[in-house]
T-cell receptor
Framework: GQQVMQIPQYQHVQEGEDFTTYCNSS?????IQWYKQRPGGHPVFLIQ?????EVKKQKRLTFQFGEAKKNSSLHITATQTTDVGTYFC?????????FGAGTRLTVKP | DTAVSQTPKYLVTQMGNDKSIKCEQNLGHDTMYWYKQDSKKFLKIMFS???????INETVPNRFSPKSPDKAHLNLHINSLELGDSAVYFC?????????????FGSGTRLTVV
């Protein structure tokens, strides 16, 4: 089945630094979704990208969908301690979403 | 008002026991899922139900049996629990099963088998 690969696995940043996580698929995706899971919490849906080359922003978060619809990125500008958590991308696989392995972000105040 | 609720939140049990986890959603969604999250945070699909009908049954031991009495409920029964079953189990729902809608997750059930 379809798989999405996500890197890096871990990222530790100083508060105020930027952060980016990348998601890649071997096949073209009809859409890609991003989720955030706080420590001890559950995944929370952030956004869905559908169009080739699409860019969406949510405050300090910028989401991009590649032109070939095979890759995506999430960029956080000037991280804050509230950004701590694991960020997952997910791509459709027939009748469900397949999740990347996640990028665990820690932020040092 | 909780959108997707799971019970119990924590479950500690001995090997060989049988246990159930319940899930309910009040969003009016057609599709519900069970995901297993291991210690490395990897989220793996187990089952998917659309309007009470089984859509996905991944390679999961047949000790795991889902049941959906109606489209708002999806329960998971596990027989003869093993140490390797220890994980966090998440229930989720989406508007439809086409992969075009975001998932709403429950708060998870942390299962520990001792």
């Amino acid at each position: 089945g379809q798989q999405v690969m996500q890197i890096p696995q871990y990222q530790h940043v100083q508060e105020g630094e930027d952060f980016t996580t990348y998601c890649n698929s071997s096949t073209t995706l009809s859409n890609i979704q991003w989720y955030k899971q706080r420590p001890g919490g559950h995944p929370v849906f952030l956004i869905q990208l559908v169009k080739s080359g699409e860019v969406k922003k949510q405050k300090r978060l910028t989401f991009q969908f590649g032109e070939a619809k095979k890759n995506s990125s999430l960029h956080i500008t000037a991280t804050q301690t509230t950004d701590v958590g694991t960020y997952f991308c997910a791509g459709p696989n027939n009748n469900d979403m397949r999740f990347g392995a996640g990028t665990r972000l820690t932020v040092k105040p | 008002d909780t959108a997707v609720s799971q019970t119990p939140k924590y479950l500690v049990t001995q090997m060989g026991n049988d246990k159930s986890i319940k899930c309910e959603q009040n969003l009016g969604h057609d599709t519900m899922y069970w995901y297993k999250q291991d210690s490395k945070k990897f989220l793996k699909i187990m089952f998917s139900y659309n309007n009470k009908e089984l859509i996905i049954n991944e390679t999961v031991p047949n000790r795991f049996s889902p049941k959906s009495p109606d489209k708002a409920h999806l329960n998971l029964h596990i027989n003869s629990l093993e140490l390797g079953d220890s994980a966090v189990y998440f229930c989720a729902s989406s508007q439809a099963w086409t992969g075009n809608y975001g998932y709403t997750f429950g708060s998870g059930t942390r299962l520990t088998v001792v």
